[in-house]
């Protein structure tokens, strides 16, 4: 159990680094994203999340209100209510790129809940890659679970990868990896706009490389 302990603390820690590097150097105050994760993290670590909010800018309160209303009403459904809330913290992220990449797997109450900018998540995933032991941290801890939407953090998380962090480069790459069996003509030219990085290397060991 200290095992999974220790995962759930690294992941938490990186998360409030994340945040703490999209605030101060990647204008995560100007996203809805940004102040949902944010008032997660403070609630988590005891803190008072109205307080936290306080700096959000005027124009975002009211569409705030409603989206962590829904959010919150999507994690406490009976099926998720035994997560820990870091779980909940790193779902947001792989519901939201699932619904960014338009995937068949994303369900229709998670397409009304999820639903930001490509490019807000792909500034996400560069604050986490900001300090290299906070990206390395998260790569490592995804890359241990086999579930393909881990994979696909590790992937985007892995500093190493020679491959420009841009909204295209997410969205296929959560796309192939989020379905199972034969690639379609559609995924199979997802691959080849990413089969020259070593993304195909760091994400589809064991996965669809030879689907």
């Known amino acids: 159990m200290s095992g999974l302990a220790d995962t759930?603390?690294?992941?938490?820690?990186?998360?409030?680094?994340?945040l703490d590097a999209w605030a101060g150097r990647f204008g995560g105050e100007r996203e809805l994203l940004y102040w949902l994760l944010r008032a997660k993290v403070t609630e988590?670590?005891?803190?008072?999340?109205?307080?936290?909010?306080?700096?959000?800018?005027?124009?975002?309160?009211?569409?705030?209100?409603?989206?962590?209303?829904?959010?919150?009403?999507?994690?406490?459904?009976?099926?998720?209510?035994?997560?820990?809330?870091?779980?909940?913290?790193?779902?947001t992220i792989v519901?939201?790129?699932?619904?960014?990449?338009?995937?068949?797997?994303a369900t229709e109450g998670q397409k009304r809940i999820f639903d930001f900018p490509a490019q807000s998540l792909v500034t996400f995933f560069q604050a986490a890659r900001d300090r290299m032991e906070v990206a390395d941290a998260l790569y490592h801890a995804f890359k241990a679970m086999p579930a393909p939407e881990c994979q696909a953090l590790a992937?985007?998380?892995?500093?190493?990868?020679?491959?420009?962090?841009?909204?295209?480069?997410?969205?296929?790459?959560?796309?192939?990896?989020?379905?199972?069996?034969?690639?379609?003509?559609e995924e199979t030219e997802d691959l080849a706009s990413i089969s020259n990085t070593h993304l195909v290397d760091a994400a589809f060991s064991g996965l669809r490389a030879h689907a």
Do not use: K
């Open 95 to 105: 519901n939201s790129v699932r619904v960014a990449a338009q995937s068949s797997r």
């Open 155 to 185: 992937a985007l998380l892995n500093v190493h990868v020679d491959a420009r962090l841009d909204a295209p480069t997410m969205l296929r790459l959560v796309r192939l990896l989020d379905h199972e069996g034969p690639m379609s003509p």
């Open 8 to 18: 759930s603390l690294i992941l938490f820690d990186c998360m409030r680094s994340a």
């Open 44 to 91: 988590i670590g005891g803190g008072d999340s109205r307080r936290a909010l306080e700096p959000m800018p005027d124009e975002l309160r009211g569409a705030f209100a409603g989206l962590r209303q829904r959010t919150e009403a999507y994690w406490s459904d009976v099926r998720y209510s035994t997560l820990e809330p870091v779980t909940q913290l790193w779902g």
